[in-house]
């Protein structure tokens, strides 16, 4: 119990929700940073999926032979800011390319 009151405790107390509040921001402060949430490279991607009709494997693909084989970002992580209802994705671009690719494999 000494090493969390040394940590958060101020001016020789302890506050449960200060105490709280630090190890919140602590947590989120060490957590990676999302990769789309770099404005150019989201908006890269966007224009991608809408402009170039590219589905996320195809963007994934081509970023990987530009880039001699380094992924910058990979299909999943675009999946996931559609699925995660980003409106940037989630305008009719990936929605359209996904469903032209689905039912073109029915096929």
Not at 9 to 18: D, V
Not at 39 to 62: K, Y
Not at 78 to 98: D, F, L, T
């Amino acid at each position: 119990m000494s090493r969390e009151i040394a940590r958060n405790g101020r001016n020789g107390r302890y506050g449960a929700i200060a105490a709280q509040s630090r190890s919140d921001a602590r947590r989120k402060a060490c957590r990676p940073r999302k990769r789309l949430s770099d404005p150019a490279l989201a908006a890269e991607v966007r224009r991608r999926i809408v402009d170039d009709r590219r589905s996320p494997e195809q963007i994934d693909g081509r970023s990987r032979l530009e880039r001699g084989g380094r992924c910058v970002v990979s299909f999943s992580t675009i999946y996931r800011a559609v699925n995660a209802g980003e409106p940037a994705y989630s305008e009719g671009g990936i929605r359209a390319v996904s469903a032209r690719y689905d039912s073109r494999s029915s096929s």
